[in-house]
Nanobody, 125 residues
Framework: QVQLVESGGGLVQAGGSLRLSCAAS????????MGWFRQAPGKEREFVSS????????DYADSVKGRFTISRDNAKNTLYLQMNSLKPEDTAVYSC??????????????????WGQGTQVTVSS
């Protein structure tokens, strides 16, 4: 079955960096677009970034553009999110997601078929 397992979260000071990973299993990773979302306490889950199946097309929320970089290693079945210049407002649980449909673009909406359990990112001021 499909499994998505995030790691790499933690506590970091403002201006610092973290790299999140999402290890995928149970499906042919290289056929599927992937995305990152985050949810802060008391707020709705929001789109952060996505990458298409081949890695050639990426998308970023305006709030993270220029600071975060999404990438994937299809040989390792792993999705990454490099987060630089972190701000306290980046504090949230970060989750990766994908869909049942292969070779499709990734929607910014919340309706995706598979989700990881999330990893906590806390940025102190």
């Amino acid at each position: 079955q499909v499994q998505l397992v995030e790691s790499g979260g933690g506590l970091v000071q403002a201006g610092g960096s973290l790299r999140l990973s999402c290890a995928a299993s149970g499906f042919t990773f290289s056929w599927y677009s992937m995305g990152w979302f985050r949810q802060a306490p008391g707020k709705e889950r929001e789109f952060v970034s996505s990458i298409n199946w081949g890695g050639g097309t990426t998308d970023y929320a305006d709030s993270v553009k220029g600071r975060f970089t999404i990438s994937r290693d299809n040989a390792k079945n792993t999705l990454y999110l490099q987060m630089n210049s972190l701000k306290p407002e980046d504090t949230a649980v970060y989750s990766c997601a994908t869909d049942r449909a292969a070779i499709r673009s990734f929607s910014r909406g919340n309706s995706h078929d598979y989700w990881g359990q999330g990893t906590q990112v806390t940025v102190s001021s």
